[in-house]
């Protein structure tokens, strides 16, 4: 066996400056429609990567395409990302993401870190995915310090957009899932520090209902009440996936109309919907839009559906779970017992996995209370999990362990 301890016990050296790394970072907002907070946040970013070496610049983004308040699609400005390339021509290349946006806008009431008990830092994205920004910078670093570091290329990207489903730096991802053989994502483990295995897919849609506004007293039947037929919708769209154990919907926002005795022309919602298969996401798919061709028929309404399943599921394929089995080795070395379990939740590695890039995304820290105001990470994960990282990464330089041999349980 290779010497890899002095590599791997070097991290333990770097505990207090991954855990100021990620307060440091955790202080500047960065909600994904906040581009001056995250402007603020890639300088940082760029300062702090930088000793990794490689060629690094920051991408612009296309704008991503939302509803506005009178139900009008318009462009919203999103952040940039970060890429940061080295060894490009190395035979084996291993690609490593996750983003720097939060769920936490710049209005949100939860800015600031605290110590609400020993061994817990809570703050605003610190575990969701500050902390695996940090995992990932002192993991890399290892590896570079190493003699192996010369055997295999890697590839970062940082993007800001993923909490709104990466509808900007989808495409980066994707060509970056054709050009390596691994990736690596650093969202934050399961409660109690499991991996995750497969993940859902997930879409995000919007509803527009335009009606005809009318006086509720003097002349009710002119009227067309936008509210009316998107409740008729709503109540509906539960009926969808019926006959779809695995799929689920949340309607997580609505809005329109004004004075009550005015019949509405205008009522807009947004809802999230949840496959695990495929198929599922046709059968769910193909019945939505037939409601809503059939409510665009409706007599002086229009009804309009914008939004997709930006994320296709991901399912436990035989080289993920070669790749966690790996991993798992490597924790057993390190003194870690991991585990892996299917998360409803979707992320970039549905995306990665869909073009075909064998990918496991949950490298990232322990933590609690993700996109709450309770969020927080256990600060020895942090370089617990950048010691798990390290080492897969070491064996992988080294050529312990060859990538696509079998794992033998
Ligand atoms: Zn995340």
């Not at 291993?94 to 110590?115: M, N």
């Not at 949840?274 to 059968?283: F, Q």
Request: glycine content about 12%; hydrophobic content about 40%; proline content about 5%.
């Amino acid at each position: 066996m290779k010497d890899y301890a002095a590599h791997v016990d070097w991290i333990e050296s770097r505990h207090d400056q991954m855990v100021s790394l990620v307060e440091h970072w955790a202080a500047v907002n960065s909600g994904s429609y906040n581009v001056t907070g995250l402007n603020a946040l890639l300088d940082l970013l760029i300062d702090d990567f930088r000793a990794l070496g490689g060629e690094m610049r920051s991408i612009t983004l296309p704008t991503q395409t939302v509803v506005d308040s009178r139900g009008e699609p318009t462009e919203a400005q999103l952040g940039k990302a970060l890429s940061i390339v080295k060894r490009r021509s190395a035979p084996f290349k291993v690609f490593l993401g996750i983003h720097y946006d939060t769920v936490f806008q710049a209005d949100h009431p939860f800015q600031e870190c605290s110590r609400p008990a020993e061994g817990r830092l809570r703050g605003p994205g610190v575990a969701d995915a500050k902390g695996g920004l940090a995992v990932m910078l002192t993991a890399l670093s290892a590896l570079e310090r190493s003699p192996w570091a010369a055997n295999i290329g890697w590839e970062i990207l940082i993007n800001p957009d993923e909490e709104i489903g990466s509808p900007g730096s989808a495409d980066l991802l994707r060509s970056a899932a054709k050009r390596n053989q691994l990736g690596l994502l650093f969202e934050p483990a399961l409660p109690g520090g499991a991996l995750v295995g497969s993940r859902r897919g997930s879409g995000n849609f919007t509803v527009v209902v335009r009606g005809k506004a009318a006086h509720a007293g003097r002349n009710p039947g002119e009227g067309r009440n936008a509210i009316h037929l998107l409740a008729e919708f709503i109540v509906r769209l539960n009926e969808l996936y019926t006959g779809l154990p695995e799929v689920t919907v949340n309607v997580g926002w609505i809005g329109g109309g004004g004075p009550a005795n005015v019949a509405p022309d205008l009522c807009r919602c947004r809802f999230n919907v949840r496959v695990t298969s495929e198929a599922d996401r046709e059968t769910f798919g193909g019945n939505l839009a037939a409601l809503i061709g059939e409510l665009n028929g409706r007599d002086g309404f229009s009804v309009r559906l914008l939004g997709d399943f930006a994320r296709p599921p991901k399912p436990l394929d035989d080289l993920t779970l070669q790749a966690l089995k790996h991993i798992a080795r490597c924790g057993e070395e390190i003194g870690l017992s991991l585990q892996w379990r299917p998360s409803g939740g979707a992320g970039d590695g549905n995306i990665l996995a869909a073009e075909g890039l064998t990918t496991v995304d949950s490298l990232g820290v322990r933590g609690e209370g993700i996109h709450t105001s309770e969020e927080y990470l256990f600060v020895d994960s942090l370089t617990e999990r950048a010691r798990l990282t390290a080492l897969f990464l070491l064996k992988l330089a080294s050529g312990e362990i060859r990538w696509l041999e079998k794992v033998t349980d």
